[in-house]
Structures are given as C-alpha cells and as structure tokens.
C-alpha cells in the first residue's frame, strides 16, 4: 500500500523468543506509517523490559490470559479465546487480523486474515528427531487446528523459503504463501575493534538451538564462548563456556556489538532473527548447515553440520585466531543484514495488506457499516 493511514491492524503475538521482537518491530514500524495497530498477547505476560520496546509509540498493547497453541496442544482453551479475540475484534474493528499463529485462524472473523507461520511443533519434532510425542491425540489435534488455519487464512507468510516449503509438504494448506524475510533494525554503533569472543543466544531448554554442542566443544578454545538465554546450566565443571541469563533484548544487541564471532548450531530455525541482528552488529557468523541459514546467509557465513562437535570447535579456533578471515567474515555478515531491514518487511506486510482488502474491503465494510448502524 502507498499508505497505511487509517488501517487498523489488529496483530497477535507470543512473548516467548523472537516472536515478540518480530511482533514489536514491524508493528512500531507499521504505526509509524500511520497504521492503527493493536498487539494482543498471548501466553505469558511481556516482562517490563519487553514492553519498554513499545514506549514512544503509537501501538496500544492489549494484553490477555490466553493460552499459546502449544501450551495447549489438546485446545482445551479453544472456546475461551475464541470468545476473547472476537470480542476483541467487534471492539477495534480492525481492517485487517494478522496473527502470529496459526489456530486462531479458525475463528469467525469478519475482518481478512492473515497467518504467519514462524515455526510449529510437527516440524520442529521432525528436525529435532524428537516424534514419538507427536502421536500423542493432544498434539495430532493441535496437528489439526494448524492445517486448518493455514487453509482458512485468507494469505499466510513464510519468513523464509526453506521454512514455508515445510509448512507446505507438512500441511497442505489451499493456496501457497507469501515469503517476506523479517527485518531488524541496524545495529546503533558497531566499534570498530571487537572482543575476541564466541557470542550465542537461544533457550537453553529448547532442542532445536543445540546450544549443549557449545558447552561440548568450549574447552580448549582460544576464546571464552559466552551464551544468552533463558533456562537451566548447560556447562561442565571448569568449562570456559560462560552463561548470561536471560537478558533485555537491548542487553543483549550491546553484547553483539562486541562480540567477534555469533554462532548458532541450531537444528531447526524457520529465520533466525538473532543471526541477523548478530550481522548487523559486524559479529562473524558461524551457522549451522541447513536449509534456512545456507538461504539467507550463502557467501556471508561459515556452515558447520550441526552435529559435528570437532568441526565445530575447529571453526571457532580458526576464526578466534585469524583475525583477517574474521574480519572479512564480518563485513560480509554486515553487508548481508542489510538486505534484511525492517522497512523492506514493513513495505511487504503493506502491500499483502493492500491484496488483502482490495480483494475483501467491500464485504468487509458493508459488515463493519451494518453492525455500528443495528
């Protein structure tokens, strides 16, 4: 759209991970343009640090006690956030709905809706080699509730192809999606000399970030390797892997201002927006070697096979210790993140946003017009 003034949004997010700086970014961003938009939680509460990324705009966060769908895999909380979010909806009477998850597609909505798909159990089972729960009747229902959102969104977004391939074989939803890379905004400074350490962000309990393969291979290395994230120690007696806890996002953007080397062993990452975000603050990026990253960072990182604790620990050293590699490394992940910016991700949702209501605006609207006159 060429404009956004005077479209309300009405955009659910989670607070757990990347969903919620995605969430915030592109919705400050969107307000920004002149759209009304209201974020509505679901899941835990925005701690006070995440809310403080939403202080100076125009966004107006609506929080709720709802459940996440894979909090409630058996949809024992269907009926009540059916009822929550449609009267949500008769209240803004928003122009468009896009939610950050897939069962609430299923809803009645009068409004267009879109569904972004930024992971789901079923592949990151899959990618996990963790599946024997996934036969479980609570999870073959949750299985369920996301096919058919996908099938009754009007559009739904993929954040990068490798991803939006799986939700495709894995769902079968009618129509095929729409890519649109997220976005960060740059980093504010990048030094010009950086710490000669090992950066790494991600949820220690979480199976998919690999992030035990870094403990494994910290001993011996000639620099400290340094983790963000929520959860329980990952570390070994004298180990010179250091945890940091959970940290507020600007916390952690300072970290990979000064860090050397980001990396990310992960075995399922529909985009990662920590890698970008690492970029963008000139870290050197060691990858993982599948799908999404080879996609979106070919030419600009190192790919190590995710399970391969010597190659690993091999890469780490080399590029602790060579500091010319490093530094090419690292203009070329920043040079890279600048391909993925938030207005160039605000810009696409816009223009999805334009489809969507040229297509469904004069039904809509005669809705919208029929119930402010009853």
């Known amino acids: 759209m060429s404009t956004l003034a005077g479209v309300s949004i009405l955009m659910t997010t989670d607070t757990v991970g990347g969903?919620?700086?995605?969430?915030t970014a592109l919705a400050t961003t969107l307000a920004a343009r002149g759209a009304d938009i209201h974020l509505v939680t679901l899941g835990p509460a925005p701690r006070a640090d995440q809310r403080a990324m939403l202080q100076g705009t125009s966004v107006e966060l609506v929080?709720?006690?709802?459940?996440?769908?894979?909090?409630?895999?058996?949809?024992?909380?269907?009926?009540?956030?059916?009822?929550?979010?449609?009267?949500?909806?008769?209240?803004?009477?928003?122009?468009?709905v896009h939610l950050n998850s897939f069962r609430e597609a299923t809803f009645d909505w009068r409004a267009p809706v879109l569904v972004v798909a930024h992971s789901c159990v079923h592949s990151w089972g899959l990618a996990c080699n963790e599946?024997?729960?996934?036969?479980?009747?609570?999870?073959?229902?949750?299985?369920?509730?996301?096919?058919?959102?996908?099938r009754r969104a009007d559009a739904w977004v993929a954040p990068s192809c490798a991803f939006g391939e799986v939700i495709g074989r894995m769902h079968e939803p009618h129509r095929p999606g729409a890519l649109i890379w997220n976005g960060a905004a740059p980093a504010r400074q990048v030094p010009t000399a950086k710490d000669t350490f090992v950066l790494a962000a991600g949820r220690m309990w979480d199976k998919a970030k690999n992030l035990q393969v870094l403990a494994e291979c910290a001993d011996g290395l000639p620099c400290p390797i340094r983790v963000a994230g929520a959860g329980t120690d990952i570390t070994r007696?004298?180990?010179?892997?250091?945890?940091?806890?959970?940290?507020?996002?600007?916390?952690l953007r300072d970290w990979m201002s000064r860090a050397a080397i980001f990396a990310s062993?992960?075995?399922?990452?529909?985009?990662?927006?920590?890698?970008?975000?690492?970029?963008?603050?000139?870290?050197?990026l060691v990858l993982a070697d599948i799908p999404t990253f080879r996609e979106l960072w070919q030419d600009a990182a190192v790919f190590v096979v995710p399970s391969d604790v010597r190659a690993l620990r091999s890469t780490l050293s080399w590029?602790?210790?060579?500091?010319?590699?490093?530094?090419?490394?690292?203009?070329?992940?920043?040079?890279?993140?600048?391909?993925?910016?938030?207005?160039?991700?605000?810009?696409?949702?816009g223009e999805l946003y334009g489809n969507l209501l040229a297509q469904t605006a004069p039904d809509h609207r005669t809705k919208i017009l029929a119930e402010a006159c009853a």
Request: aromatic share 8%; with cysteine; charged share 25%.
């Open 265 to 284: 062993p992960a075995l399922y990452e529909p985009f990662g927006l920590s890698v970008l975000e690492a970029a963008s603050a000139g870290c050197a």
């Open 319 to 349: 590029l602790a210790t060579d500091h010319r590699a490093r530094v090419m490394l690292q203009d070329a992940a920043r040079q890279r993140a600048a391909r993925y910016t938030l207005s160039r991700m605000a810009t696409s949702y």
């Open 19 to 23: 969903v919620w700086s995605y969430a």
């Open 237 to 251: 007696p004298q180990s010179s892997l250091q945890q940091l806890g959970e940290l507020a996002h600007g916390e």
């Open 63 to 96: 929080e709720t006690d709802l459940a996440l769908e894979w909090q409630d895999p058996d949809a024992g909380d269907l009926d009540h956030a059916r009822n929550v979010l449609l009267a949500l909806e008769r209240d803004i009477r928003p122009d468009i």
């Open 131 to 150: 599946t024997g729960f996934l036969q479980e009747p609570g999870w073959q229902r949750y299985r369920a509730l996301v096919a058919d959102g996908l």
